[in-house]
């Protein structure tokens, strides 16, 4: 469970392109004020869980707290949608402290981009050929060869999205562990994936990678044609969200292995 967090001088609200995020930001602006989200205390995000993702990479690094309602068709990372007293509300609000994963992806051309992920990092095959993707974990080789669609690397925040879709284990928060999961693995056919330490540094290595194209994916920053990929945790950053005592995102979770 995340600490109590403190009363919060400003807030501003930011939405989605959605009417019904349109139409809640109207009110609340109406209700409680328009205030610069770069100079606020905190932030308010009217939206789904994608919108959520979008605020949290926008104060990547910034520290700054973000409050999510839902005004969207997913919300797990959302609080209820209510109008009533929000100041009170985000003065009793839990905080969950997380770190994102940082991406470097290096292309066939050479070239190396850094992106940042809350979520998941994967590698999907660009093409009808399935992709053939060696795995070392802290500088040893674990998996020579793994054939698959892809793989993926997954934050407990994000355990329960694409990670969860591949099959992959829900992680409560704060198990310090990130799920390492196969995407439709072909060979080894047993092997389900892995739990590791959230300290871990891995690398993917995109075997055949000009007959075997793949792309490496950080939230929504995509990359083609990787040779090798490196993730690991960015204990750096922490970013700071908010829920609601009685949803934090430790007892949704928690909720979730039970559905």
Same mark, same amino acid.
């Given at each position: 469970?995340?600490?109590?967090?403190?009363?919060?001088?400003?807030?501003?609200?930011?939405?989605?392109?959605?009417? #019904?995020?349109?139409?809640?930001?109207?009110?609340?602006?109406?209700?409680?004020?328009?205030?610069?989200?770069?100079?606020?205390?905190?932030?308010?995000?009217?939206?789904?869980?994608?919108?959520?993702? #979008?605020?949290?990479?926008?104060?990547?690094?910034?520290?700054?707290?973000?409050?999510?309602?839902?005004?969207?068709?997913?919300?797990?990372?959302?609080?209820?949608?209510?109008?009533?007293?929000?100041?009170?509300?985000?003065?009793?609000?839990?905080?969950?402290?997380?770190?994102?994963?940082?991406?470097?992806?290096?292309?066939?051309?050479?070239?190396?981009?850094?992106?940042?992920?809350?979520?998941?990092?994967?590698?999907?095959?660009?093409?009808?050929?399935?992709?053939?993707?060696?795995?070392?974990?802290?500088?040893?080789?674990?998996?020579?060869?793994?054939?698959?669609?892809?793989?993926?690397?997954?934050?407990?925040?994000?355990?329960?999205?694409?990670?969860?879709?591949?099959?992959?284990?829900?992680?409560?928060?704060?198990?310090?562990?990130?799920?390492?999961?196969?995407?439709?693995?072909?060979?080894?056919?047993?092997?389900?994936?892995?739990?590791?330490?959230?300290?871990?540094?891995?690398?993917?290595?995109?075997?055949?990678?000009?007959?075997?194209?793949?792309?490496?994916?950080?939230?929504?920053?995509?990359?083609?044609?990787?040779?090798?990929?490196?993730?690991?945790?960015?204990?750096?950053?922490?970013?700071?969200?908010?829920?609601?005592?009685?949803?934090?995102?430790?007892?949704?979770?928690?909720?979730?292995?039970? #559905?």
């Amino acid at each position: 469970m995340g600490q109590r967090s403190v009363k919060f001088k400003s807030f501003a609200f930011v939405a989605s392109a959605t009417e #019904e995020a349109r139409t809640a930001l109207a009110r609340l602006q109406s209700i409680y004020g328009v205030h610069d989200p770069d100079e606020a205390d905190v932030v308010v995000a009217l939206g789904g869980d994608g919108f959520m993702l #979008e605020t949290l990479h926008r104060y990547l690094g910034k520290f700054k707290p973000i409050f999510g309602m839902n005004c969207g068709t997913v919300g797990f990372l959302m609080n209820r949608y209510d109008e009533t007293d929000l100041p009170a509300r985000l003065a009793a609000a839990h905080r969950e402290r997380l770190h994102p994963l940082v991406m470097n992806a290096k292309t066939v051309s050479g070239e190396t981009q850094r992106a940042h992920a809350i979520n998941d990092v994967s590698l999907l095959r660009e093409t009808r050929q399935a992709a053939k993707i060696g795995i070392r974990v802290d500088g040893v080789v674990r998996l020579p060869e793994l054939i698959c669609d892809g793989v993926l690397i997954s934050t407990p925040a994000g355990s329960t999205a694409y990670n969860l879709s591949a099959h992959g284990p829900i992680l409560p928060l704060a198990s310090d562990v990130l799920a390492l999961t196969p995407i439709s693995a072909f060979r080894p056919r047993r092997w389900r994936g892995a739990i590791l330490p959230h300290s871990a540094k891995v690398t993917f290595d995109v075997l055949e990678c000009e007959k075997r194209p793949v792309s490496a994916v950080a939230d929504s920053t995509e990359v083609r044609d990787v040779v090798e990929v490196r993730v690991q945790e960015d204990n750096k950053i922490t970013l700071h969200l908010l829920f609601d005592p009685e949803h934090n995102l430790e007892e949704r979770i928690l909720t979730e292995q039970f #559905e």
